[in-house]
């Protein structure tokens, strides 16, 4: 009897068994499979500023490609939702790709959920240079990789996930 597996699942199963043979242990590292997603939430084209009503969240669970066990404890909760933020040690967010006349977005919250989940709550912040008071979320699809290289009781985690967040032109 075959049993059918749903296209998401099987991608899911292909790059967690990749990421298992394929990424090497650097320097001692213990390689780790990342998953990300993001989420508008709250976040519709046109919002700006660091607000929750203006957020948007990117979900990140962090387990052992071997036995599939969650990895806790890559990092402590910080930010209060006003303010960007500097990300836990170890913790590296980057998003280049925008839509057109798009610009890049900011975490203003990293939770550390358990069982490892973690979300980062990621804003439109305008401000100084080179933000201006024009940059605001656009419609479309932005692209992130979230880089965790995190040393724990004297060992390192390391793995990589590429992520799309959505935002979408008016709310659902």
């Known amino acids: 009897m075959k049993v059918k597996t749903a ?3 099987q991608a899911l199963m292909i790059t967690s068994l990749l990421a298992a043979l394929l990424v090497p242990s650097v320097g001692g590292a213990t390689p780790v499979v990342v998953q990300t997603v993001g989420a508008a939430s709250n976040a519709v084209a046109g919002d700006v500023g660091i607000t929750v009503p203006g957020s948007a969240m990117l979900s990140v669970l962090v387990f052992s490609p ?3 066990s969650p990895v806790a404890n890559l990092g402590s909760s910080v930010g209060s939702q006003t303010t960007t933020i500097t990300l836990p040690a170890g913790w590296t ?3 280049s790709i925008v839509p057109p006349g798009g ?3 900011e975490p203003s919250e990293f939770s550390n959920m358990g069982s490892g989940w973690y979300v980062i709550r990621v804003v439109q912040p305008a401000g100084p240079s080179p933000r201006s008071e024009l940059c605001n979320w ?3 699809d932005y ?6 290289n995190v040393t724990v009781g004297g060992a390192t985690f390391r793995g990589s996930s590429l992520g799309v967040l959505t935002i979408p032109r008016t709310a659902p």
């Open 93 to 95: 967010l980057r998003n």
């Open 7 to 9: 296209p998401a699942k």
């Open 103 to 105: 610009c890049t977005f």
């Open 143 to 148: 692209h992130y990789v979230i880089e965790v």
């Open 138 to 140: 656009d419609a479309g």
């Open 66 to 68: 071997i036995d599939g």
